[in-house]
Each structure stands twice: as structure tokens, then as C-alpha cells.
């Protein structure tokens, strides 16, 4: 262990030898946890990252000045769309994907370093549950559509598939994330192919460039944003296991979205048949001031371009056809080749921009004394997983209905989007659609029908609870043969054992 004379001479060469002011006043234990903590950050590296957060913090917000002359919407040659395709197109798409997948080249991603803070919760979001009937969490749902789609594929070219999951956490969620899994046995899926692995942590920074002191023995410190996934690679050798499986393709989300298709064969299958080393999930833009990122050209490279960064007049602007200009909405969706993910880590990875979010950290002051700030008074510096875009030489984007696959959960329920009532809603309105597309009927206690398909509300609670299990449909196959021409009263759990009640 480094002794604290080097620790504190590696800290004076960063500038940073104040977070060491109350090392003389701790415990042994503490004292040695605070040294250990400090060690491996290299001064160099410190004293940049804390120059740069507070450089970038003092930039003026908004918009680029030059931005708008440099954007334009992506070519229509490089969107494909679930939405606008004919039936035919997806067939083959979808039949690719699943090929690909039967053939043990394809796996699946989770970016889940973030802490559930707004949405008020001390664990990491994966353990959520928004309250349906089933009462499954944000990560059964996850596996249990992993294990789906391995039949489906199976199935499909008779032979046993895996599909692995590489779940990228932080040290906040690691530990907790892991127990889960534990306690839930996987969810049936093998644990050998179950890969957890950290991302890194920096310090957060004050606005005038100085770490943060959370507490007298600890750093205030952050993961690096979904964008440290690069670095994780490399430091957990992902890429080699991967490769020692056969891994080719790679599906990347973000935990937080309910309605997301874990390697999703129709979009697996239009990339791969595309040729694309790099693709985005995307939606329409719900109206001009959604806080969605925009994925587009800038200087002619694909790039997500922010919210914030973009001016209200060009954001309002619209194409020919009447729809918005800049309209595919990026909701953390993405497919990547293993080689492109490889070439990234060895040699772009150092290219990427930080990217600043300010936030409330606690902090102890010059008497050692907690401090729980009522605003932002911290910089933490994140690298976003899309940064990587622009290096792609073959990017494609792929459209798809919001309603079927996006409906993300980061706010508390007090909040009026994107909460646990509106996930769940969307979950139970999807899974409604595919009932009554599927051919059953719904009534009420008094045996009076409830409202068909087309009627179906676009907000609030659905007419009926309808819960599919994952493992019982994917996306909405094979509901017919065991839902046609039945009636059922609401609530409606469709799992493993209502579907062998049904057969007859």
C-alpha cells in the first residue's frame, strides 16, 4: 500500500493536496481506506481532469454559435424503419437477426453504472419494480426476454443458442447488482453467462477545479457516464471473452427503458444485412422541444447532437414532407460489430469529450462538518456511449414505434413523464394491443365488453390489465392460437402456467 508521504506528494504535483486536510485525524482503518482510494489516480491525469471539468463548466450554455450551418438530418439511405417497411422486408430482417443469433454471434449490453437517484431509490434501477401485476423487476423482465428470443432462434434453426449478458456497472451498483442476481437464481439463465464488470469512477470537481471531499476518509466519486464503457472493456478484457465465444454482434441499452427488445433480431438483422458496423435505435420526435437527443449529421459524420444544443428555430424546422427536420429522437439503443468495438478502445477511445453535468454532492467544509447542498455545486465529467459515432464507417439509424419499444423510468411518480406510472402504463397498453391483435375480448365484472383496439387511450390507464410474460411472447408472436375468441376478465396475467390452463 502507498505509504502517505507518496500519496501526498502525488497529490501536490496534481494540485489537489486538500484531500488529505483531515488524514492526520482518522483511524487507522479509515485512514488507510482514504490512501487507498488515492493511490492509483495519476497526477497528471487528476490535474487535467479537474482543469478540464472546471473549463468546460465555465463555457457559456446553449447552443454552438456555427451549430446550425453544420447540421443536416441523415440521409434517408442510412435509416431503416420498422414503422414504414413492408411486412416482406421485416420477415427477412427479423429472419437474419435470429440466424445470427442461432449461431451464437450475437449478445447483449446493459449499461447500468447510474444510481436511481431521481428516481428516488438507494439501489440500482434494474430492481425496480413500476407495480405490475407480476410484480417483476426492470431485470427479470430483461432476462427473462433474453431467454425468449435464445427459443425463438432455437426454435427457429433447431439448436441450443446463448445469448450473453454483459452487464457494465459501478462501484455503487456492482455489489448490490450481483446479490440480486444471486437471490434470484439468475432468473434460469446459466451464470457462466452473466458477465458483470466495473466501469471507472472519477472524482466530482468544484467549479473551481477542486475534488471533493464527500466525507473526511472519502472522494466524492462518479462513474464516467454510459461512455465509460470503452475503458471497461479494455480493463475487464470484455472484448476477448466475447471473442472467445464467437461473439460478433454486439445489442448496447440503457437499464432504464421498460419496453426495450434485448437483441432484438429485426434490428440485429437489418444491421447486419446493412453491412452497419455502428447503429441507433430511434423514435420520432414527439414535438420540436422534446428533451430527446437528435441523431443527425454534423460536418457530415453521424453524431447525437443534445437537446440543449440545439436552437428552438431549428428544432422547430420541418422537411418537405411536414414532419420535423431533425426528428430521430436517440433513446440508448445501439448495435455495434466486436472489430468496431475493438478498434474503438484501441484507438479512439482517448478522442472522446467529456461532456459536464452539474449536480448537488454532498461535501464536508473546512471544518470537516456535512454539508448536503440545496443546488448544484459540482462537476461531474461523463463520456456518452454515442460519442463513439462519428468513427463508424458504416453508421445506420433504425426506426422504431415509441409505444412498442421506448418508454424510459427516471423520475419519481411525483414527476409527469417518464416515472413508474408511465412505464408501467406503456408496458400494460403494449401488452393489451397484442391481446385484442391477437384476437381476445375483454369484459368487465358485469360481463359488458370493454373497448376494442382502436379505442385504446393514448395516455392514462388502459381499459383492461393485460400483463404478458416475456416468456410466453417476445414482441407479440404466437398469442393467437391461445387467445382467439376467448374472453377473458381483467386483470389478465398471461404466464407460462395461464398458457398450458388454456391449451386444449
Given at each position: 500500500?502507498?505509504?502517505?508521504?507518496?500519496?501526498?506528494?502525488?497529490?501536490?504535483?496534481?494540485?489537489?493536496?486538500?484531500?488529505?486536510?483531515?488524514?492526520?485525524?482518522?483511524?487507522?482503518?479509515?485512514?488507510?481506506?482514504?490512501?487507498a482510494e488515492l493511490a492509483p489516480l495519476e497526477p497528471e491525469a487528476l490535474r487535467e481532469h479537474c482543469l478540464r471539468a472546471a473549463a468546460?463548466?465555465?463555457?457559456?450554455?446553449?447552443?454552438?454559435?456555427?451549430?446550425?450551418?453544420?447540421?443536416?438530418?441523415?440521409?434517408?439511405?442510412?435509416?431503416?424503419?420498422?414503422?414504414?417497411?413492408?411486412?416482406?422486408?421485416?420477415?427477412?430482417?427479423?429472419?437474419?437477426?435470429?440466424?445470427?443469433?442461432?449461431?451464437?454471434?450475437?449478445?447483449?449490453?446493459?449499461?447500468?453504472?447510474?444510481?436511481?437517484?431521481?428516481?428516488?431509490?438507494?439501489?440500482?434501477?434494474?430492481?425496480?419494480?413500476?407495480?405490475?401485476?407480476?410484480?417483476?423487476?426492470?431485470?427479470?423482465?430483461q432476462a427473462e426476454r433474453i431467454r425468449r428470443v435464445e427459443q425463438l432462434a432455437g426454435g427457429r434453426h433447431g439448436t441450443r443458442c446463448?445469448?450473453?449478458?454483459?452487464?457494465?456497472?459501478?462501484?455503487?451498483?456492482?455489489?448490490?447488482?450481483a446479490e440480486f442476481f444471486k437471490k434470484h437464481g439468475f432468473f434460469h439463465l446459466d451464470p457462466g453467462n452473466v458477465v458483470m464488470f466495473?466501469?471507472?469512477?472519477?472524482?466530482?470537481?468544484?467549479?473551481?477545479?477542486?475534488?471533493?471531499?464527500?466525507?473526511?476518509?472519502?472522494?466524492?466519486?462518479?462513474?464516467?457516464?454510459?461512455?465509460?464503457?470503452?475503458?471497461?472493456?479494455?480493463?475487464?478484457?470484455?472484448?476477448?471473452?466475447?471473442?472467445?465465444?464467437?461473439?460478433?454482434?454486439?445489442?448496447?441499452?440503457?437499464?432504464?427503458?421498460?419496453?426495450?427488445?434485448?437483441?432484438?433480431?429485426?434490428?440485429?438483422?437489418?444491421?447486419?444485412?446493412?453491412?452497419?458496423?455502428?447503429?441507433?435505435?430511434?423514435?420520432?420526435?414527439?414535438?420540436?422541444?422534446?428533451?430527446?437527443?437528435?441523431?443527425?449529421?454534423?460536418?457530415?459524420?453521424?453524431?447525437?447532437?443534445?437537446?440543449?444544443?440545439?436552437?428552438?428555430?431549428?428544432?422547430?424546422?420541418?422537411?418537405?414532407?411536414?414532419?420535423?427536420?431533425?426528428?430521430?429522437?436517440?433513446?440508448?439503443?445501439?448495435?455495434?460489430?466486436?472489430?468496431?468495438?475493438?478498434?474503438?478502445?484501441?484507438?479512439?477511445?482517448?478522442?472522446?469529450?467529456?461532456?459536464?453535468?452539474?449536480?448537488?454532492?454532498?461535501?464536508?467544509?473546512?471544518?470537516?462538518?456535512?454539508?448536503?447542498?440545496?443546488?448544484?455545486?459540482?462537476?461531474?465529467?461523463?463520456?456518452?456511449?454515442?460519442?463513439?459515432?462519428?468513427?463508424?464507417?458504416?453508421?445506420?439509424?433504425?426506426?422504431?414505434?415509441?409505444?412498442?419499444?421506448?418508454?424510459?423510468?427516471?423520475?419519481?411518480?411525483?414527476?409527469?413523464?417518464?416515472?413508474?406510472?408511465?412505464?408501467?402504463?406503456?408496458?400494460?397498453?403494449?401488452?393489451?394491443?397484442?391481446?385484442?391483435?391477437?384476437?381476445?375480448?375483454?369484459?368487465?365484472?358485469?360481463?359488458?365488453?370493454?373497448?376494442?383496439?382502436?379505442?385504446?387511450?393514448?395516455?392514462?390507464?388502459?381499459?383492461?390489465?393485460?400483463?404478458?410474460?416475456?416468456?410466453?411472447?417476445?414482441?407479440?408472436?404466437?398469442?393467437?392460437?391461445?387467445?382467439?375468441?376467448?374472453?377473458?376478465?381483467?386483470?389478465?396475467?398471461?404466464?407460462?402456467?395461464?398458457?398450458?390452463?388454456?391449451?386444449?
Open positions: 500500500m502507498a505509504s502517505e508521504a507518496a500519496v501526498r506528494a502525488r497529490l501536490q504535483r496534481a494540485g489537489q493536496e486538500h484531500l488529505l486536510r483531515f488524514c492526520a485525524e482518522l483511524e487507522p482503518g479509515p485512514r488507510a481506506a482514504l490512501l468546460a463548466c465555465a463555457r457559456p450554455p446553449g447552443p454552438p454559435p456555427d451549430l446550425a450551418a453544420r447540421l443536416r438530418p441523415l440521409p434517408p439511405e442510412r435509416v431503416g424503419s420498422a414503422v414504414r417497411s413492408d411486412p416482406e422486408t421485416r420477415r427477412l430482417w427479423e429472419e437474419e437477426g435470429l440466424r445470427q443469433i442461432a449461431l451464437n454471434k450475437v449478445a447483449v449490453l446493459l449499461l447500468a453504472g447510474g444510481q436511481g437517484t431521481r428516481l428516488g431509490v438507494t439501489y440500482p434501477k434494474g430492481m425496480y419494480q413500476v407495480g405490475l401485476p407480476s410484480q417483476k423487476t426492470l431485470y427479470q423482465l446463448t445469448v450473453p449478458w454483459y452487464i457494465m456497472t459501478s462501484e455503487f451498483t456492482l455489489g448490490p447488482t466495473e466501469q471507472r469512477v472519477l472524482p466530482a470537481v468544484t467549479f473551481d477545479g477542486r475534488a471533493i471531499l464527500e466525507r473526511k476518509d472519502k472522494v466524492a466519486m462518479a462513474p464516467d457516464g454510459n461512455g465509460g464503457l470503452y475503458c471497461a472493456l479494455a480493463d475487464h478484457q470484455i472484448l476477448e471473452d466475447m471473442a472467445r465465444r464467437g461473439v460478433e454482434f454486439v445489442h448496447v441499452y440503457c437499464v432504464d427503458n421498460i419496453l426495450v427488445r434485448l437483441a432484438d433480431p429485426v434490428f440485429v438483422g437489418f444491421c447486419v444485412l446493412r453491412g452497419a458496423d455502428c447503429g441507433a435505435k430511434v423514435v420520432e420526435k414527439a414535438y420540436p422541444e422534446e428533451p430527446v437527443g437528435v441523431v443527425c449529421l454534423v460536418d457530415g459524420a453521424p453524431q447525437v447532437v443534445e437537446y440543449s444544443e440545439i436552437s428552438p428555430e431549428t428544432a422547430r424546422l420541418r422537411a418537405p414532407g411536414g414532419g420535423l427536420l431533425y426528428s430521430a429522437g436517440n433513446i440508448c439503443n445501439h448495435f455495434f460489430t466486436r472489430s468496431f468495438l475493438q478498434v474503438v478502445t484501441r484507438e479512439f477511445e482517448p478522442l472522446l469529450q467529456p461532456h459536464v453535468a452539474v449536480k448537488k454532492v454532498p461535501y464536508v467544509d473546512e471544518e470537516g462538518n456535512l454539508v448536503k447542498p440545496l443546488k448544484p455545486n459540482g462537476i461531474k465529467m461523463e463520456k456518452f456511449v454515442f460519442d463513439v459515432f462519428p468513427f463508424a464507417e458504416n453508421f445506420v439509424a433504425f426506426e422504431v414505434l415509441r409505444e412498442e419499444e421506448f418508454s424510459p423510468l427516471k423520475n419519481a411518480d411525483s414527476a409527469d413523464r417518464d416515472s413508474p406510472t408511465t412505464a408501467r402504463r406503456a408496458l400494460l397498453a403494449q401488452h393489451l394491443r397484442w391481446a385484442l391483435q391477437a384476437g381476445a375480448r375483454f369484459v368487465d365484472a358485469h360481463g359488458a365488453r370493454l373497448p376494442e383496439l382502436a379505442s385504446l387511450p393514448s395516455g392514462g390507464e388502459p381499459p383492461a390489465v393485460c400483463e404478458i410474460s416475456p416468456l410466453v411472447s417476445y414482441s407479440g408472436e404466437g398469442l393467437e392460437e391461445h387467445l382467439r375468441g376467448r374472453e377473458f376478465q381483467s386483470p389478465l396475467l398471461l404466464d407460462e402456467t395461464r398458457v398450458r390452463a388454456l391449451q386444449p
